[in-house]
């Protein structure tokens, strides 16, 4: 790892709150997050301890309501949060955007009774959340899924199994979709499960590429029984729950893209600045230079595209089409940047001793989840096209 200090990123921040809670955020990653990183990612270690400081320091609740332990800041703070996290460490990033998204379907359609009873507690109280909509048949196709529950009595009974659960077998809440109608969109309502419910259990976790050191593993509902209190929204609104929640949760993958890409940015300028070929810094070869200078263009549009949805979001406007724009767009910068940043460190960017690579395998998984980069595109051409088939 370079031993050049990075230059700090420009933020355009709306208050002088936020810009104290960057700067906590990012004492914080410095002090906490970034100098374990490599080593417990290397050991696929879980870091909840620093899940449980994140909750300590407010910030596992940032874009809800005070009211209920929520930090009140809207979505264009919160994403900068989320970047300088996911900067510092992927697996910490994501998981607060995860976390975010588990928490969105109570936050937003619960009742106050709901709200009261549970909220408090998933945004600041230490627990972890986890979303649960796809599942083994069901991923793009999220409205195909086959989980089902069934009434008996004034509860419900869950059985199914889901897939490619972030933070499966260590969440202590689960935002569960399940049938409990017709087949498609409209048969499907929302739940929230508690982690310790009898019959809920998880696979191993996969054994992936990258982000090792978060959990993603299959989670079995097997006659799971909840109150019909634990029913989020009406009955059948669920899969609208569902998208209404992912178009915010895919500005969350965006600007931990961003953070990933940044980091590989300041890894490659500080590893370029020190490498000295034919008797100079490898800095000052016209090809490098024009490589930073396009990584350094990309993500600065990316940033400024997330920025501009999450203003869209804070106005209470329509903004599905520019969440799936930046997704898109973010992730796929965060793919290019991290492949430059080990060509610009050359050998030594292979080798595991220098962190462009992990930031090269993380960059992958950020293309896929979420709703992969193709299906951001038919999103988008809808928008701008109209729907197919007409």
Known sequence: MSDRDPQPVERQLPTEEARDLLALVREIAQREIAPKAAEEEDAGRFPREVFTLLSESGLLGLPYDTEYGGGDQPYEVYL?????????????????????????????????????????????????GAYCLSEPSSGSDAASLRTKAVRDGDGWVLT?????????????????????????????????VPGDAEGLSAAAPEKKMGMKGSPTAQVHLDGVRVGDDRRIGE??????????????GRLGIAACAIGVAQAALDEAVGYAAQRRQFGRPIADFQGLRFMIADMATQIEAGRALYLAAARLRDAGRPFAKQAAMAKLHCTDTAMRVTTDAVQILGGYGYTADFPAERYMREAKVLQIVEGTNQIQRMVIARHVAGPEGR
């Open 235 to 248: 009955e059948g609104q669920g899969f609208s729950i569902a998208l209404s929640a992912l178009d915010s």
């Open 160 to 192: 199914g199994t889901k897939a490619w659960i972030t933070h499966g077998g260590i969440a202590d809440f689960y935002t569960v979709m399940a049938r409990t109608g017709e087949e498609g969109p409209r048969g499907i309502t929302a739940f929230l």
């Open 80 to 128: 900068q949060v989320l970047e300088e996290l996911a900067q510092a460490r992927l697996t910490v990033g994501l998981g607060v955007s995860v976390h975010t998204l588990a928490s969105y379907g109570l936050a937003t359609y619960g009742t106050k009774q709901q709200q009261v009873e549970h909220l408090p507690a998933m945004l600041g109280g230490g627990l972890l």
